[in-house]
Structures are given as C-alpha cells and as structure tokens.
C-alpha cells in the first residue's frame, strides 16, 4: 500500500511565514528602538599594582569572570570559566582553582591538573589605568599564558 506522503505548505502560509518574521526582527527599527550598544570588554578594577602586592588573588567572578593575580613575574588575570562546560572555577585555599561542576582542577596559572577539563583557563590583557592607576583587564584580548604587566 503507497504511503502518503505529508502535504507540502502552501505558499499562501509559507508567505506569511516569511512576512511575520521578517516583521518582528524589524519591529526595533520601525519603532524607533536603538540597538543595544556593544558591550566594553575592559574591566577597570578597584585593585592596583601596588594593593595587589606579590602573591595577591583577587576573586572579580561576578565582575567579568576572572582573577587577579599577582606573581614573580608579574600581573596577569586568568578567566574563572571552565574549560569543560562554562561553570565558574573558585580559588581553593590559595593554591589552586577546582570547578564544583565535574571536579576538574587547575593550577594558579590556568593548566589543568585534573580533568575532565583539557584545555588550560584563558589569560586576559591587563593594562594600568595611567601610572599607578587601577588595574584593566580587557576581556576581548586572550594572551598568552606567560605574559605578566
Ligand atoms: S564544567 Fe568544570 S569540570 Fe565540568
């Protein structure tokens, strides 16, 4: 016995198909509305070189999600973002980050030590805001894990 095969849509609702979501992507223009501007990446943190100090970690996860870190080469910041499914990293006592997600376990520097991770934390451009000044770091700029300020 020949199956049925479904009927095609006709064109009739195939056509107000296409003219009903082309009015609702361009319902923002016609009203008027202003598309959203892009977002600055650049975080200006309260911290300094000097309030950092040697050996400082600051915890700025719910400001951008990364930490600051302070170490004998330098400055640099390392996204608190998970490698494995996006969950934030938090600091444990000092010495490493864990992921409270599916356990994976990086080092200060953002190397997995532990999966089920595999790739390393991003580093993040950090800059000064005028000599002395706070602390930038620009999340739209991935550097290379060995680069301090
Ligand atoms: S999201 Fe971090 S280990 Fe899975």
């Not at 501007?37 to 400082?56: C, I, M, N, W, Y």
Request: hydrophobic share 35%; aromatic share 6%.
């Amino acid at each position: 016995m020949p199956k049925a095969s479904p009927e095609p849509a006709s064109p009739g609702r195939r056509s107000f198909c296409i003219l009903a979501c082309a009015a609702v992507a361009l319902a923002p223009l016609s009203l008027g509305a202003e598309a959203p501007a892009p977002q600055d990446p650049r975080r200006v943190t309260p911290e300094t070189r000097a309030s950092l100090g040697k050996g400082g970690i600051k915890d700025f996860r719910k400001q951008g999600g990364f930490y600051l870190i302070a170490d004998g080469g330098g400055i640099y910041a390392v996204s608190s973002i998970c490698t494995h499914n996006g969950c934030s990293v938090l600091l444990e006592e000092g010495r490493s980050f864990g992921c409270p997600c599916h356990d994976s376990e990086y080092d200060l520097q953002g190397n997995v030590l532990q999966g089920p991770a595999r790739l390393p934390l991003k580093h993040f451009h950090v800059s000064e805001q005028g000599p002395g000044g706070p602390l930038v770091v620009d999340l739209g700029r991935v550097v290379d894990p060995h680069v301090r300020f």
